[in-house]
């Protein structure tokens, strides 16, 4: 659960469910029945449980009902786990709680959260220029961009859906490239404001995900909807080099380890 519960995305999921209804309106007639309703309390109820349980928590009641103990005292002898956040004595290799490898610092932390960054990158600049989606019928063959089909959904009277497919496929992924830019720098040369707002910005940054469905990039005429529905669709190139985007950055994100952020910001002189 601890492992898996950033990649939820349940407010992903609602987002991905209401665009599934503002396209399907365009064709058929749809009504809600009573989970629609219940699935918006049901998503905030999960987030705010996957956020509301601590770890440490976690783990010590499973070792509690074996009769063992996970408290120790905060000293220079103790590790912080960076998994189940328990302290454990400098001489484990491997946390005794959870089993994860245990460090005071993650080792390499800012070597492979930069490289995962820039591999998101450069692989963003084919995911936005590429085609994302090809849908043909016998007379024509369109190609979509991104930025194409939310220019052209923007232009027919989609605003909503081209400001959802906006902020999820353009404006999150290239905030996250930049703070995540910034952190970088910030760990290497040093924290030019409170250290707490920006480990706050960080912490937001590893919980934002992403999405993208190439299958809303295009809208045809009211008059064109018959053939519209036997007009075949296959995602573009640019589909596989947006999710490795959305992939790479989330894993810049994890191995990155915030608190060289506090290390810097005391190696300056900084309280």
């Known amino acids: 659960m601890v492992r898996l ?3 939820v995305m ?5 987002i991905s469910t209401l665009v599934a209804y503002i396209k399907l309106g365009d064709v058929v007639r749809v009504e809600f029945g009573a989970a629609f309703w219940l699935m918006f309390p049901m998503v905030l109820l999960l987030l705010r449980t996957t ?7 976690v783990y010590y009641q499973i070792h509690l009902l074996h009769g063992h103990t996970t408290i120790y005292s905060d000293n220079s002898g103790k590790i912080c786990c960076s998994r189940c956040r328990c302290f454990r004595p400098s001489e484990e290799d491997v946390c005794a709680v959870c089993g994860t490898a245990l460090f005071a610092r993650r080792p390499h932390s800012l070597r492979l959260s930069l490289a995962f960054l820039l591999a998101a990158a450069v692989f963003y600049i ?3 220029t590429l ?17 194409g089909g939310i220019i052209f959904m923007w232009d027919s009277g989609d605003r909503a859906i081209a400001a959802i497919i906006f902020s999820a496929s353009i404006m999150i992924p290239v905030l996250k490239i930049c703070i995540m830019g910034i952190l970088l720098a910030c760990a290497r040369f040093g924290v030019p404001w409170p250290v707490e707002k920006v480990s ?18 295009r809208r045809h005429h009211p008059d064109e909807r018959v053939p519209h529905l036997y007009s075949p669709r296959n995602p573009g ?7 490795l985007v959305v992939l790479l950055t989330m894993l810049s994100a994890h191995y990155f380890d915030p608190r060289l952020l506090w290390d810097k910001c005391g190696a300056n002189g900084k309280p």
């Open 5 to 7: 519960r950033a990649w």
């Open 10 to 14: 349940a407010d992903v999921f609602l």
């Open 51 to 57: 956020l509301a349980v601590p770890e440490h928590w």
């Open 126 to 128: 084919p995911a936005n």
């Open 131 to 147: 085609p994302i989606m090809i849908s043909s019928n016998p007379t024509v063959t369109e190609i979509s961009t991104i930025m």
């Open 200 to 217: 706050l910005v960080y912490r937001i940054t590893e919980k934002i995900g992403t999405l993208v469905d190439d299958r809303y990039f």
């Open 237 to 243: 190139p640019a589909s596989l080099y947006f999710c």
